[in-house]
T-cell receptor, first 113, second 111 residues
């Protein structure tokens, strides 16, 4: 089944403790992206990647890192999480920029206390 | 930077009534996409429009892309309880690889 898999689905952590949210897609998509969703603010792009080793900042990149060493994986790293990073995170992929709709993962609900 | 606004933010309709959400971009778009997110779920791609003035239909859903490629609308005819969710538009500006999402319209249906 074609899908984007995120892990974990739920995570509660403490301020300052480094964490990684994994994202993997099995559709051979070039384009991958991370979004965060907050009430009243919609979906805001954190980082995106157009292909292996090619990443760029979205609209809210502060406090996040990403890497794209393989085509299928695009992990999101929070080096020192803070409470304002409590949010619902989505990973998404598409076959090519602008030519295909995004397939989203099921989301990761992160709480930083 | 590019901003995409949607109105209304919330809409409550009686089952069987029509529903429309409007999307407005601060910049000209090369394309517009629409997504639906059910409560507790993730966004699901519905459709993409590319041409100025384009109109596409999916059963009871009608999507339009404005002539100036800065606005779009989604119209649902005779809503059903399965239409419940939040509808997002999203678009790319010319020369920009980022896909910017609108703020979303949350639709609830009164049976």
């Amino acid at each position: 089944e074609a899908q984007v898999t995120q892990n974990p689905r739920y995570l509660i952590t403490v301020t300052g403790k480094k964490l990684t949210v994994t994202c993997s897609q099995n559709m051979n998509h070039e384009y991958m992206s991370w979004y965060r969703q907050d009430p009243g603010l919609g979906l805001r792009q954190i980082y995106y990647s157009m292909n292996v080793e090619v990443t760029d900042k979205g609209d809210v990149p502060e406090g996040y890192k990403v890497s794209r060493k393989e085509k299928r994986n695009f992990p999101l790293i929070l080096e020192s999480p803070s409470p304002n990073q409590t949010s619902l995170y989505f990973c998404a992929s598409s076959p090519r920029t602008r030519r295909g709709g995004y397939t989203f993962g099921s989301g990761t609900r992160l709480t930083v206390v | 930077g590019q901003q995409v606004m949607q109105i209304p933010q919330y809409q409550h309709v009686q089952e069987g009534e029509d529903f429309t959400t409007y999307c407005n971009s601060s910049t000209t778009l090369s394309n517009i996409q629409w997504y639906k997110q059910r409560p507790g779920g993730h966004p699901v791609f519905l459709i993409q429009l590319v041409k100025s003035g384009e109109v596409k239909k999916q059963k009871r859903l009608t999507f339009q892309f404005g002539e100036a490629k800065k606005n779009s609308s989604l119209h649902i005819t005779a809503t059903q309880t399965t239409d419940v969710g939040t509808y997002f538009c999203a678009g790319h500006s010319f020369g920009n690889e980022k896909l910017t999402f609108g703020t979303g319209t949350r639709l609830t249906i009164i049976p």
